[in-house]
Structure formats: structure tokens, C-alpha cells
């Protein structure tokens, strides 16, 4: 009911934008079954009521939107409703809508009030009061909060005493100092260019009330004979305090000035910073209009923007100028709003949603006791399932970050971990440390290899992160050497762009030295070759150490050091990146294993990692018997490399991926061939594929 109106067609708007089907049922609107558009139908309450009557008495819910001194008159004139529909009003006064409804309407009644007006840019952040009629109202409340509108409830006659205070009262003030503004002659033009911020916004706050509705702030302010009697009060204080300062009652002003300060103490700290911060918003919002203004008219008058006065006053076409560009910025700023008020409505439903995930978390938690937090397989599921539902704008990747990001948070509530991978600090294995378990996950440095699986082993670390394979340089031939003996099980793979940076503090033309992991100086070979002729390659056992060697090298004075690596490592020792990106092949990727005590059940897309020696492999033909169970059972092999074996001669191991998780019937009697036919196996594990 009054759907046509200011603030209910902002209801109808937002109604609809969750897919309902609305009704206007107002003097404003067309007639039923004629489309919007059509001339208004015209007619009483009763006669729209009557003419409406099906569509009413159809509906899940009754809103009334009408203007306050004809709201109970539209309610009695009601048809009967659908007994579960809800009956509810927009009125500002609630005492008598809603004992008009609930004598109207015997199934659920809700009294709401929007603490605002039609022009707010949308629902989010908003205040809407709720006063309890009868029954359950519970879907249309949700549907507010789904908004973003506070829902607040106060019965009804407390709502109307409070209303007094907070519009009645609050109106009357400010429309009695816009009248005197104006029977005082002020010229407005002249108080603003003497207004800093707080008194501009205050004057805006006064012209805005003169911007809107009379009628509606006539009906708000004299809603009920008790708003009137407050007017009444404060007139009388209004005339004490004057009496008071016109004899001169110094002290007199002080006592109450102080009275009221005690009465806002709790708030005065709170109000004091919020209100610093709107004034400190005014003010740049003020700047940028101003500074805009300058540039135009500079660029109009064909003179720099300093030649708009050197003072800072602006002359009267950069007066005109202003006034354009300040309505273009406020028209920007206008056409913002509404977005960022609905990105802020997002965030807090997202706050809202991520701490009840969390909360979650924390239940599955508690429930697993100290058996492992970290499911591998379980995140690979999520993560999977989550892009296949990606609707964009964000790539897949971006959706897998954040929720990566997610889970490493819900993870850490349930038991934070610790990953030990190849240090020093600033490695590319640290960055595929953080890749792969998110950053609430903790990583340690180990020295070595062997210390990084040393120290899961010993469980001083929950898991592992190693490199495998580059895809310039190969194998990593210790990492193979390693997994022959560790006891540790694969948890999962980790695939990270290497981008390599020569970094130092001297230029480029000076370097005769280049410290590098020896990966990394093979992945850049070309690049050395080409650009750094003769310049000496020296290994070093990380990159992120060639880093630190050259950051300490260039403190004692030294510069003509350089050292490859990723930018992290630059950042943490303070180079300089020299020369960004210098890898031979732009796509250069490494692949990293991590390593836990147990590799996780099946995820739906698995590989499984393992290393065999099969008897004399200098035989001929003992490779295709070796992979012939493959072959057999329909297994997929991904990768096979070969190491020679420690203390045989012409022995050698093979190191091998399969596609698939070691518990697939195909690939466990795949396995189990192997097993048999070998003279050394050793199943690394099984994890969720990447990608
Ligand atoms: O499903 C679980 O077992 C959880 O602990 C929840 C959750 C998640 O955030 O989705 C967190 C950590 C696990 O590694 C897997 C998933």
C-alpha cells in the first residue's frame, strides 16, 4: 500500500531486486492489470483498497507506505488478508499504525520504521526500528538484515517517546534555525566561504531539511501531543538559558554546559574521534573539488594552475570553474557511493560468513582431537569444487588464492602449523611454502635438505616442502636421493612460477661476481652468457644465501657482487633488483613435493609418487618389464627419471609418477606387480593433483 511514494518505492526497488513479485497499490499507481506507466488510477484509501482487494488479499505481505496522519484510516480500510500474511507499516510513528493493524489483522504484524529517507543510496549500514505487533515475522526480518539494514527492536510507545527526542526534536531545532537564518537576512554564500568544515557540514545538515518533504516533517514533528509538549519543554529551556546569559549568569551557563558533558561522558571520547574523521572526510572531499576547480580554470585561462591566484582565492571564472568541477567530483562521488555503501554491505555479510566457517573449523577441530588438523585431500575437494563454480569476474586462480587464504585461517583455529623448508629466509621454497599452506601457516628454515626432512621427521615441524623437478634444469638429484630414505609420506605437490631477479647494490656494468644457488645459475645461463660475459658463477647453497652473502659483501664496501634470486630475497636483504626477470625461459616452473608422516585418502584426482630399482637394469629389457604391470592394469605414468643407485655400479633407481591414488584398485595391483618384480621399492605417497 503506497508503493508510489518516496520511501515505499525504494522498498518496492529492493523487493524486487530480490526476485519478488510486487504490488503498488496506491492512488499513484495504474489500475490493476495495467502496466506501470499508465496514468494514475486515482481514488481514496478505501476505493484503492477495494479496487486492489485480490491482489491484498493474496499476499504474503502487506506493506503500508503512506503519509502518518492518514496511515491508521488506510489500515482499517484493509480487505481481509491470507490469515499467515504479515501486515506491516513504514510509519514513523508506531503507537497508533500498529494498534490500527493489529485490530485490522489477525495473523502477524510488525511495526518497522526506516531511520531514513528515500534519497539513502541503498539498504546497507541503515537502521530500521522494529516494533512487535503479533506472530511471526522472522522471513521479513531476515530479508532486511540480508540487506544490510540494522534491525533494532523498541516496543512501541518507547519507540514513539524516543522518536520525539531523536526527529521531533532534532527537526524542530534545525528548521527553527533555517527560518532565522533566513528572516535574519543571511546572505549563505558569505557564511560558507567563513565555514570551516564542521560549520559547512552543519549548514548542509540545515539545507538539507529545506531540500525535502515540509509535509513529512510537519507530521513527524507534531506526530503525538507528547512531541508536542517536548517542543514545549525545550522552549522553556530555551528561554532559561537566554534569561541566564542576558543577566549574565557566567557561572549559571558553565554549571549546565558541564551537567551536560557528564551526561554525554561515556560517548565523548567516541563522539569526538568519529566526528574528527567525518571532518577530516569533508575536508578532503572539499580539497579535491577545490584543487580540481584550480586546474580547470588554469587550463581554461591557458595559464598554470598557480596563476589562479597565488594566495590560493580563486577569481570569479576560476569561481565558475570551481563550482563545475566541485559538481564533478561530487557527481563522482555521488555515483560511487552507492557501490561502496554495497561493497561494504558485502564486506560485513562476508565477516559474518567467514567467522561462522571459522567457527566451524574450530568444531571440526575439537572433534579430531590430535589426530591430523591439515586434510590435503578434503582442501583439494573444496578448491576443485569452488572453481567449478566460479561465476567470475575473478580467474580461477584468483578464486583459489583467497579461498586457499581461507582455509589456511580456518586451519590455524584449529591447530596453527609449522612447514620446515630450504632457508634461508626469502627462498623460492618458502614462497612455495606459503603457496601451498596459505599464510597463517608458519615456515621454518632448515640449513639443508636433509634438515628440512630431519625436522618433520622428528616432529619438531608438521610437514615438508622440497623441490622435485624445474622445468629448465630437470630433477632436483638430492631431493630423489632423499626420498629413497626418509620414512616421510607425499602430502601434496606445490607448482611455482620461478621468476629470477639479479640483484646488488652497485649497477649492472660493475658486476665480476654472481652468487647463485646452481639452479638458478643454470636457469639463467643465457642470460650470464649474453649480458655478463666472463663474470664468474659462484654456487651457493640458496639463493636466498647468495642474497645475504652479497648484502653483507656490499655493507663492508664491496659492489661488484650480484646474486639471482626470487624478490622476496631482495626484499628481506635489502638489494636492489638489478635486472628484473632474467630467466632463460619465461615459463620456467618448479615443482615441489610436501612431505608429512601419512599421505591422505583419495581426492578424486591424485598422483601417486614412488621409487624402484628393478633387478640388474643394465639387462636388456629390464626397464619394459619393470613397466609392463603399468601397461597391464592401465595406469598412467606422468614421469620417470632415473638416478644411478649409491654403491651399485650401473645400478640405478627410477623415480616415478602415476596418475592416480595408491587405493584405486588399478593402480594398488599396478603397484603390487611392481613390488614384486623390484629389488628396491618405495611408495612415496599418493596426493590431490594440482591444478
Ligand atoms: O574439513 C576439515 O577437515 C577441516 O578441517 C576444514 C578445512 C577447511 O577450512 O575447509 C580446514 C583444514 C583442513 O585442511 C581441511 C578443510
Given at each position: 500500500m503506497g508503493g508510489a511514494g518516496a520511501l515505499g518505492s525504494r522498498f518496492v526497488e529492493w523487493f524486487r531486486g530480490d526476485g519478488d513479485l510486487v504490488h503498488v497499490v496506491d492512488p499513484a499507481a495504474p489500475a490493476p492489470g495495467l502496466a506501470e506507466g499508465h496514468a494514475p488510477a486515482g481514488g481514496s484509501p478505501a476505493e484503492v483498497a477495494a479496487r486492489d482487494a485480490e491482489v491484498l488479499a493474496a499476499a504474503d505481505l502487506v506493506l503500508v507506505a503512506v503519509p502518518i496522519p492518514v496511515t491508521p484510516e488506510v489500515i482499517a480500510g484493509l480487505p481481509p488478508l491470507r490469515p499467515d500474511a504479515v501486515l506491516a507499516d513504514l510509519t514513523s510513528v508506531k503507537g497508533p499504525a500498529l494498534e490500527a493493524m493489529l485490530a485490522a489483522h489477525a495473523g502477524p504484524v510488525a511495526g518497522l520504521h526506516p531511520m531514513?529517507?528515500?534519497?539513502?543510496?541503498?539498504?546497507?549500514g541503515e537502521v530500521v526500528v522494529h516494533s512487535p505487533g503479533r506472530g511471526d515475522v522472522h522471513w521479513l526480518l531476515e530479508r532486511l538484515t540480508g540487506w544490510g539494514l540494522r534491525v533494532e527492536p523498541v516496543a512501541a510507545a518507547e519507540h514513539d517517546r524516543l522518536m520525539g527526542l531523536i526527529q521531533a526534536l532534532r527537526h524542530t531545532v534545525t528548521a527553527a534555525y533555517g527560518v532565522n537564518l533566513r528572516r535574519e537576512g543571511a546572505d549563505l554564500d558569505t557564511l560558507l566561504a567563513l565555514s570551516s568544515p564542521i560549520y559547512r557540514t552543519e549548514l548542509m545538515m540545515v539545507g538539507r531539511l529545506f531540500a525535502q518533504d515540509p509535509g513529512l516533517y510537519h507530521d513527524i514533528i507534531t506526530a503525538s501531543e507528547a512531541n508536542l509538549e517536548l517542543l514545549e519543554r525545550f522552549h522553556q529551556t530555551l528561554g532559561e538559558l537566554i534569561t541566564g546569559l542576558r543577566a549574565g549568569d557566567r557561572e549559571g551557563f558553565v554549571a549546565e554546559f558541564e551537567a551536560v558533558g557528564e551526561h554525554f561522558a561515556t560517548h565523548s571520547e567516541g563522539f569526538l574521534t568519529e566526528s574528527r574523521e567525518l571532518l577530516a572526510a569533508a575536508k578532503e572531499l572539499r580539497a579535491a573539488a577545490r584543487d580540481e576547480a584550480q586546474e580547470a580554470a588554469a587550463a581554461g585561462a591557458g595559464?598554470?594552475?598557480?596563476?589562479?591566484?597565488a594566495d590560493g582565492a580563486a577569481t570569479g571564472e576560476a569561481g565558475d570553474a570551481e563550482d563545475g568541477a566541485a559538481a564533478r567530483v561530487d557527481d563522482m562521488a555521488a555515483r560511487l557511493a552507492p557501490h561502496r555503501v554495497e561493497i561494504d554491505r558485502i564486506d560485513r555479510e562476508l565477516l559474518r560468513l567467514i567467522s561462522a566457517r571459522a567457527a566451524q573449523a574450530r568444531a571440526i577441530g575439537a572433534i579430531k582431537g590430535?589426530?591430523?588438523?591439515?586434510?590435503p585431500e578434503r582442501e583439494a575437494q573444496v578448491l576443485r569444487g569452488l572453481v567449478e563454480r566460479n561465476p567470475g569476474p575473478l580467474p580461477d586462480n584468483a578464486v583459489r588464492r583467497v579461498f586457499r587464504e581461507l582455509m589456511s585461517e580456518c586451519l590455524a583455529v584449529e591447530r596453527p602449523l609449522t612447514v620446515s623448508y630450504l632457508g634461508p629466509r626469502g627462498t623460492f621454497t618458502e614462497q612455495a611454502a606459503v603457496q601451498h599452506f596459505g599464510g597463517a601457516a608458519r615456515p621454518v628454515p632448515a640449513a639443508s635438505l636433509e634438515g628440512v626432512l630431519r625436522e618433520v621427521e622428528a616432529r619438531q615441524a608438521d610437514y615438508a616442502v622440497v623441490p622435485v623437478e624445474n622445468s629448465t634444469e630437470g630433477s632436483v638429484g638430492r631431493t630423489l636421493d632423499l626420498l629413497t630414505r626418509t620414512p616421510l609420506e607425499a602430502v601434496g605437490e606445490v607448482r611455482l612460477r620461478i621468476e629470477h631477479q639479479l640483484m646488488g647494490r652497485g649497477e649492472v656494468s660493475g658486476v665480476r661476481r654472481v652468487y647463485a644457488h646452481s639452479q638458478a645459475l643454470a636457469q639463467c645461463q643465457d642470460f650470464l652468457t649474453r649480458h655478463l660475459p666472463g663474470v664468474e658463477r659462484l654456487p651457493v647453497s640458496s639463493n636466498a644465501e647468495a642474497a645475504r652473502l652479497v648484502a653483507e659483501l656490499a655493507a663492508q664496501g664491496v659492489t661488484d657482487v650480484a646474486a639471482l634470486g626470487p624478490e622476496s630475497a631482495a626484499a628481506v636483504y635489502g638489494?636492489?633488483?638489478?635486472?628484473?626477470?632474467?630467466?632463460?625461459?619465461?615459463?620456467n616452473t618448479t615443482r615441489f613435493l610436501v612431505l608429512g608422516h601419512e599421505s591422505p585418502p583419495p581426492s578424486g584426482s591424485d598422483t601417486t609418487s614412488l621409487v624402484v630399482a628393478p633387478p640388474?637394469?643394465?639387462?636388456?629389457?629390464a626397464l619394459l618389464g619393470m613397466l609392463k604391470p603399468l601397461a597391464e592394469h592401465g595406469v598412467s605414468m606422468t614421469r620417470l627419471e632415473s638416478r644411478p643407485m649409491r654403491g651399485g655400479l650401473w645400478q640405478y633407481l627410477f623415480y616415478l609418477e602415476l596418475d592416480g591414488h595408491a587405493q584405486d584398485p588399478q593402480v594398488a595391483a599396478a603397484l603390487e606387480a611392481l613390488r614384486a618384480g623390484s629389488v628396491f621399492y618405495r611408495l612415496v605417497g599418493s596426493y590431490p593433483r594440482v591444478g
Open positions: 531514513f529517507g528515500p534519497d539513502v543510496a541503498g539498504p546497507a595559464v598554470p594552475a598557480a596563476g589562479a591566484g590430535t589426530a591430523a588438523a591439515y586434510r638489494l636492489n633488483v638489478l635486472r628484473p626477470g632474467v630467466q632463460d625461459d619465461p615459463e640388474q637394469t643394465d639387462r636388456d629389457g
